[in-house]
């Protein structure tokens, strides 16, 4: 009589390798996208390919006759040691190669058609030493789905937050080599090589334990060379990757890998963004930010000794703490996040906008560039309309509008979509030398005149003579405004021409 099974070690084992799998998409597309940008792309490329891999190793278990147990319990290991290396190979691809790219996809294809030969082997395996098949590939594949839940849950809640992409690998290589322990434990008597299997075993686990140990320190050397200066700070949050940089006196910022300022020139950045708006507020008393999580736009505002209240809202509340509390940084803004007319709000601000019932004199929207879909949501002709209910009835509002020169049809489809909810808008730029040209959009629903802009407070770039400069465009930062479409929630164009804009340059 053919031997049974037992079936709770095997359908753990399809629960475990569910997690794994669903991880390992999530870890290799998410790289791709810190590295590459374009979410959308580098997600639906990784999907794609990942799911046509498994079809292929599908179709290819039908060559696995003989040694199923040995086959599963190898296919394991591979995926174990080849997933669980994944994400310092694809850093490191980056970092040291220029076929990031190639390997991505070798990776992918490879995990992909290993993951594909796990439930055919397994349901063979059912079929051939349970009488019970119709209940047991029942469980099988329900725990199978629920396994791929668990997973996209853990990864954004848990996994990536507190380990990053690198120590999540391996830890998720682990599990699958563990899978591979329960085979040898369990279905240790139909294992033809049961000992080189042992061995296997605890040498992956060893290895990948190890890379986990070391994970961090492996991936704050990677980083390191992505960077020109040396990392004095890196942290990921739920939201972004922070690092700073420092060299001699230039300390910069970066978020996900985008600069965000440099302490050398960010005055130029900051000046030009707040004291054209305040030089034509009529009131100045109470101020809303929308991103400027830094503190220098809070610190330009607090020249002005008509402000009473700043409202400033962030979504990361590291990124703000790092920049209230670090003493690198708390050097540049002057302690501006601790004054106590700043009023620190920790969430997204399209939802700050929807629940606030307060009314502005000046806007100042400071958010990064428009590179992913979240953040474009941020850029649409629905947020600001939502900003122009918080405006009082002369308010202003001005919005960073990336770069005239490098994203020219970035720049003024955020003009064109400002305008098409009946806003005045007066479009400007600068040079600021660690990120080159870069434009605002100043707007308002009341008619305003820049010739008025005047300067009543210390600065170290604006001056009277280069004020109206800033208006005036040259003919290569200037684009047929009838071929460019506004910017909406259902049609994130503005996110189609920023991605142009980054493959050019």
Not at 57 to 67: M, T, V
Not at 152 to 174: A, Y
Not at 485 to 490: D, K, L, Q, R, T
Request: proline residues 3%.
């Amino acid at each position: 009589m053919t031997q049974r099974l037992k079936v709770k070690p095997l359908i753990l084992s399809i629960f475990m390798i569910s997690i794994c799998s669903i991880v390992y998409e999530l870890i290799i597309a998410g790289i791709s996208t810190y590295l590459l940008g374009n979410s959308i792309m580098q997600f639906s490329i990784t999907i794609g390919l990942y799911m046509s891999a498994m079809g292929l190793g599908s179709y290819l278990s039908r060559f696995c006759k003989n040694h199923l147990f040995d086959t599963f319990a190898g296919i394991e290991l591979g995926i174990g040691m080849i997933g669980g290396i994944s994400g310092i190979l694809l850093f490191a691809a980056y970092a040291y190669t220029n076929i990031y790219v190639f390997v991505m996809y070798v990776v992918i294809i490879i995990i992909g058609i290993l993951v594909g030969l796990e439930i055919p082997l397994l349901t063979r395996i059912v079929e051939d030493y349970n009488q019970d098949l119709r209940v047991t590939l029942a469980n099988v594949l329900s725990f199978d789905y629920l396994g791929g839940l668990l997973g996209s849950v853990l990864f954004p809640l848990l996994l990536f937050p507190h380990l990053g992409f690198i120590r999540t690998s391996f830890l998720i290589g682990v599990i699958n080599v563990l899978v591979a322990g329960i085979m040898i434990r369990y279905y240790g008597d139909f294992l033809e090589k049961k000992k080189h299997f042992f061995l296997l075993f605890w040498i992956c686990t060893v290895v990948l334990a190890g890379g986990f140990m070391t994970g961090q320190y492996s991936a704050d050397q990677i980083e390191q060379s992505l960077y020109r200066d040396q990392i004095v700070y890196s942290k990921q949050t739920p939201y972004q990757k922070i690092v700073l940089t420092k060299h001699r006196d230039d300390l910069r910022l970066f978020l996900d890998g985008n600069i965000q300022f440099s302490s050398m020139d960010e005055y130029r950045y900051h000046e030009a963004l707040i004291h054209p708006i305040m030089s034509l507020a009529h009131q100045k008393e109470n101020i809303l930010i929308l991103g400027g999580g830094d503190g220098l736009a809070v610190r330009e505002l607090l020249k002005y000794s008509q402000v009473k209240k700043i409202d400033l809202v962030d979504i990361d509340r590291d990124m703000v703490n790092l920049c209230k509390e670090n003493s690198l940084v708390v050097g540049i803004n002057q302690g501006a996040l601790s004054n106590e007319k700043v009023a620190l709000h920790f969430e997204d601000a399209y939802k700050y906008l929807e629940n606030s019932k307060s009314k502005y004199d000046v806007v100042i929207v400071d958010l990064p560039d428009p590179n992913n879909e979240s953040l474009n949501n941020l850029y649409t002709n629905t947020f600001y309309r939502l900003i122009g209910n918080h405006l009082k009835s002369k308010g202003l509002m001005v919005v960073q509008s990336t770069s005239p020169y490098y994203a020219k049809e970035a720049f003024w489809c955020v003009n064109k979509t400002i305008q098409r909810e009946n806003f005045q808008v007066k479009p400007y730029h600068i040079q600021v030398p660690s990120f080159g040209e870069w434009g605002f959009q100043l707007a308002s629903k009341e008619s305003f005149d820049i010739n008025n802009i005047t300067l009543n407070v210390p600065t170290q770039f604006l001056q009277k003579e280069n004020i109206l400069a800033m208006f005036a465009f040259a003919k290569d930062e200037k684009v047929d405004m009838e071929k460019i479409e506004p910017n909406c929630i259902s049609r994130p164009i503005l996110l189609r021409y920023y991605q142009k804009a980054e493959e050019r340059f």
